[in-house]
């Protein structure tokens, strides 16, 4: 309900096609007393009033007119503010004289009064009058801008996001084609299964990862695929993959290739250490977060594995784009072992 509210107040305020029925409400809100007393008191019954009233009326929407389309967007919006200012009060002086003409007659106020002091109560009065259409304009404008702004963000967002995608494909394909070469010299009767898995991963990258969200089942499936090519060039490394569901894997949705990303960089760097070479994975699913766990083993003399190029860097600031503050990622490189730890917020 108030998301609808806030539709039909938007279109009110910007839609073009209503651009006639904001008019109409601003000027009837502004000489409402006036109308309602023409026709209150009888005034209507005397020569011409209604007449005279309606040409005030329409003067004054015609010099407001000019004032938002050429005067405003001329001086004001270029910074000119004190020309902007002289027009805006030789424009209400021109009205005010005009209504004292057609209206001196009319009224006894203005024969014991005097002109000076209806010109200066009449000036401010008009004054406020049309600030308020000019301050209803440039809140418009304001507002554009603002929106335009957000477009132009997400534009950017979205072209940052999908050249962090394209950098990921060809490094995956590289290494998943070496492991089916590798594999195919020492043992042929799984290249077949190799194939299918890479065509799978391959599908997954070109089509399910064109969306801004995949299912956590998908992303397992795709981890599954290339874990498998991995082991068999990799045959003894000591391979830990457990899940922990505590919500299906297919009702929660993921930016795609965030987890694949930290399983292919441990395979890439695992060394064997005083016997031990391992890469363990965790990954414990709940309804609003999943925790993913990885450890691998490492070499004290082994380059460091810092958070940077086609990698932990491009997940990273993936992560910052498309989840903001509703992640946390904790790198720990210790002498003999690396690890991450990732945490994300999925509602």
């Not at 209507?44 to 003067?59: G, N, P, R, T």
């Not at 020309?83 to 007659?105: G, M, R, S």
């Not at 922990?244 to 695992?270: C, D, M, Q, V, Y």
């Amino acid at each position: 309900m108030s998301s609808k509210r806030e539709t039909l107040n938007y279109r009110f305020f910007f839609d073009k096609k209503l651009s006639l029925v904001r008019h109409i409400v601003f000027w009837c809100i502004i000489y409402f007393t006036e109308i309602v007393n023409t026709f209150m008191n009888g005034y209507y019954k005397e020569d011409y009033y209604v007449v005279k009233l309606f040409s005030c009326i329409a003067f004054h929407i015609l010099l407001t007119a000019i004032n938002i389309k050429f005067i405003l967007p001329k001086y004001f919006l270029k910074n000119k503010y004190g020309i902007f200012f002289i027009i805006c009060f030789i424009q209400e002086t021109i009205y005010t004289i005009y209504t004292w003409y057609i209206f001196q007659k009319d009224y006894d106020y203005f024969q014991t009064e005097g002109f000076w002091k209806y010109f200066i109560m009449f000036i401010v009065q008009n004054c406020i009058i049309l600030g308020s259409a000019v301050g209803l304009k440039l809140f418009k404008l304001w507002y554009k801008n603002k929106e335009r702004l957000k477009e132009i963000l997400i534009e950017k967002f979205q072209t940052e996001l999908q050249f962090l995608k394209n950098q990921i494909n060809p490094h995956f394909l590289f290494n998943s084609l070496n492991n089916i070469m590798i594999m195919h010299q020492i043992k042929h009767e799984e290249t077949e299964n190799s194939i299918l898995r890479l065509s799978n991963m391959l599908k997954y990258q070109l089509y399910d990862c064109s969306n801004e969200k995949v299912s956590l089942k998908k992303e397992i499936e795709y981890i599954h695929d290339y874990i498998n090519l991995e082991k068999i060039r990799k045959q003894d490394l000591c391979l830990t993959f457990e899940i922990i569901e505590n919500s299906s894997s297919n009702s929660i949705h993921i930016e795609p290739l965030i987890l694949g990303t930290f399983i292919e960089n441990s395979f890439k760097h695992a060394r064997k250490v005083d016997n031990e070479y391992y890469i363990n994975i965790y990954l414990t699913i709940n309804h609003d977060s999943i925790l993913f766990e990885i450890k691998n083993s490492k070499r004290e003399i082994n380059q460091k594995n810092e958070v940077g190029g086609i990698g932990n860097q491009n997940v990273r600031k993936r992560l910052e784009l498309v989840y903001k503050n509703n992640f946390s990622l904790d790198i720990i490189d210790q002498s003999t072992e690396y690890s991450t730890i990732l945490k994300i917020n999925t509602n």
